[in-house]
């Protein structure tokens, strides 16, 4: 049948619970709702649409879904983009870039990587290759994973500022850009706008590493962490709780940037379980993480 309504339309009804043409499709609105650049590209190319298609998200190898695709198979969500992504530089100047399956691509200029003696391929925060690399792709592998860059822990000295490092107010610069970037998005499409903004996510184990910075600082080893998280909970405490302050300052001030123009955010992608266990059992999560999601949830 023929759409009736715009994807924002469908979008907001049916988070208003209200009757819908259609059932609404994503595709690429978040970080965790993409599609490797490999699949985005064969599935232009079964479309017949132009390719190469660019990396808009290097830690994962995300495709960007641009504006034909989402028109040729209606999706009714559109991201936007920060001004620098999980590397910690920005999505510009691009370059052509080969993945390990043959598929030609584009990537942003300082998407610096280096070859290692056996063939996996490292990756610099903010593409600085003076500083030790951040991310590793395997060999024949399909994303990054993060180097881990653990300073030895001494207990005595733990500062939960260290894990807050990374936790800043937003700059006036980057509020320009998101209120720019969600202006033309809402005024040049009638889609449901997606963002994630940064600082909201608590413990998620894909940024506790932090690939983007060149030396960070606190408790940056997965495991480490997890640990944390049951025998340094009062650190942990404090690193949420001052990263939740943080983070509603800087809401705000999105807020007054962007207004209404967002109609979708994505908080936080934070692993609390695997395939066959927990990370963190019910009691741990009421007592850590609920609190502060639910601060930034009330407000």
């Not at 300082?110 to 290692?116: G, L, Q, R, S, V």
């Not at 903004?197 to 408790?219: H, S, Y």
């Not at 340094?232 to 943080?246: L, M, N, S, T």
């Not at 007054?256 to 609390?272: S, T």
Request: charged share 25%.
């Amino acid at each position: 049948t023929e759409d009736t309504m715009t994807g924002r339309e469908r979008m907001l009804r049916a988070l208003a619970y209200k009757k819908v043409d259609r059932v609404p499709v994503d595709l690429g609105g978040t970080v965790t709702s993409g599609a490797h650049v490999s699949v985005i590209a064969k599935l232009r190319e079964a479309l017949g649409l132009d390719e190469p298609v660019k990396v808009v998200e290097p830690y994962q190898m995300l495709g960007e879904v641009a504006a034909d695709l989402r028109d040729a198979v209606g999706i009714d969500v559109v991201h936007l983009p920060g001004p620098k992504n999980m590397f910690g530089f920005e999505n510009a100047d691009w370059k052509p870039w080969r993945t390990f399956d043959g598929t030609d691509v584009l990537v942003p200029g300082k998407f610096n990587t280096e070859p290692e003696l056996g063939g996996s391929i490292l990756m610099y925060p903010q593409g600085d290759k003076s500083v030790p690399a951040s991310a590793r792709m395997p060999k024949g592998g399909f994303y990054f994973d993060s180097i881990i860059r653990q300073s030895p822990i001494d207990e005595a000295k733990l500062n939960p500022a260290d894990n807050l490092e990374e936790f800043t107010p937003i700059s006036d610069e980057d509020l320009k850009v998101y209120e720019q970037r969600a202006s033309e998005l809402y005024e040049n499409t009638d889609l449901a706008i997606a963002a994630g903004f940064p600082g909201t996510a608590f413990g998620d184990i894909a940024l506790v590493p932090a690939p983007w910075m060149k030396k960070p600082k606190g408790i940056r080893d997965i495991e480490e962490w997890y640990i944390s998280t049951v025998s340094r909970k009062e650190y942990i405490k404090e690193v949420f709780a001052g990263q939740a302050e943080i983070a509603i300052k800087n809401l705000e001030r999105i807020y007054q940037a962007v207004g209404n123009k967002v109609h979708l955010l994505f908080l936080d992608g934070a692993d609390l379980a695997a395939q066959n266990t927990l990370f963190c059992g019910p009691q741990g999560y009421r007592e850590l993480y609920l609190p502060n999601s639910q601060k930034l949830n009330d407000w």
